[in-house]
């Protein structure tokens, strides 16, 4: 396993931790029929009818999915499970990130062209509301003077 490769599953572990990831089949469909998800990560030894689903789900949403280098074990081990096929990133930032890693925008720069406008949208978003929670301590009105 390259360097590379174990800095994807740090990164997929911190995301678990940061309550950023769904690890699983079911999580993974919740997410994509929410909207929630960013992308989604599927084992390269994933089963044919988990394969089959996930295009589905990806056709009908907007979340793209990438097949990683990586066995369902490898999956589970960065995630503390035994096993795990599916998975779905819900925030653009950490997904931007994995997919860049797994990627290095050879394959799919469709993919990072998107991930990349929706983490700049979610960073100005959250610029709008730490500017709104402040004016909103300082007693300041919205609009202006």
Same mark, same amino acid.
């Given at each position: *396993? ?6 994807? +599953?740090? +990164?997929?572990? #911190?995301? #678990? ?5 769904? /690890?699983?089949?079911? /999580? ?10 960013? #992308?989604? +990560? ?7 009818? @988990? ?5 589905? *789900? ?5 979340? /793209?999915?990438?097949?990683? =280098?990586?066995?369902? !074990?490898?999956?589970?081990? !960065?995630?503390? *499970?035994?096993?795990?096929? +599916? ?7 950490? !997904? ?10 050879? @394959?799919? =720069?469709?993919? #990072? ?17 730490? !500017? ?9 009105? /919205?609009?202006?003077?």
């Amino acid at each position: *396993m390259t360097d590379n490769d174990q800095k994807t +599953l740090s +990164l997929l572990g #911190l995301a #678990l931790r940061a309550n950023r990831l769904s /690890p699983g089949e079911e /999580p993974t469909v919740i997410a994509c029929r929410s909207g929630k998800a960013r #992308l989604v +990560l599927l084992a390269k030894d994933a089963g044919d009818h @988990t394969v089959r689903r996930v295009r589905a *789900m990806c056709r009908e949403g907007k979340p /793209p999915y990438l097949i990683t =280098p990586f066995s369902r !074990a490898e999956l589970g081990g !960065a995630l503390g *499970m035994n096993a795990c096929a +599916l998975l779905a990133i819900l925030d653009a930032a950490f !997904a931007y990130s994995a997919a860049g890693q797994l990627d290095a925008g050879q @394959t799919h =720069p469709e993919i #990072l062209a998107q991930l990349a406008q929706q983490t700049e949208r979610e960073r100005v978003r959250r610029q709008e509301q730490k !500017a709104h929670r402040r004016n909103v301590r300082q007693g300041k009105k /919205p609009g202006g003077t």
